[in-house]
């Protein structure tokens, strides 16, 4: 079992650029698959970005293709997702999660077995 925990939203103006966190314990990092989600309120959570277990594999979601960038540091067991350019529409309570299941960049809700517990970005027009 793996045990993920977000960190880096807030409050941030249009154009503004945050970096979220998703710190691991737990299992070997490098064996889990990472996906960023987001839910914003009324709304069915949904894929912003997704990379592999070696980070060879990333998949974004065509709302943020552009803007943002996933990475990860096994070394540290964290994975990143670099937003830029945020907009009001990215407002959303983001989550990460894992998946040793899957090779690749899953993007399925259904191919993650580990959850976070979410942080809040809000971003102001």
């Known amino acids: 079992q793996v045990q993920l925990v977000e960190s880096g939203g807030g409050l ?10 998703c710190a691991a314990s737990g299992r070997t ?10 839910q914003a309120p009324g709304k069915e ?3 912003v970005a997704a990379i592999s277990r070696s980070g060879s594999y990333t998949y974004y979601a065509d709302s943020v293709k552009g803007r943002c960038t996933v990475s990860r540091d096994n070394a540290k067991n964290t994975v990143y997702l670099q937003m830029n350019s945020l907009k009001p529409e990215d407002t959303a309570v983001y989550y990460c999660a894992a998946t040793s ?3 690749g960049a899953p993007r399925g809700r ?5 959850w976070g517990q979410g942080t809040q970005v809000t971003v102001s027009s």
């Open 12 to 21: 941030v103006q249009a154009g503004d650029s945050l970096r979220l966190s």
């Open 29 to 38: 990092f490098s064996n889990y698959a990472v996906g960023w989600f987001r």
């Open 45 to 47: 959570r949904e894929v």
């Open 101 to 103: 299941r899957y090779f």
């Open 110 to 114: 259904s191919e993650y077995d580990y």
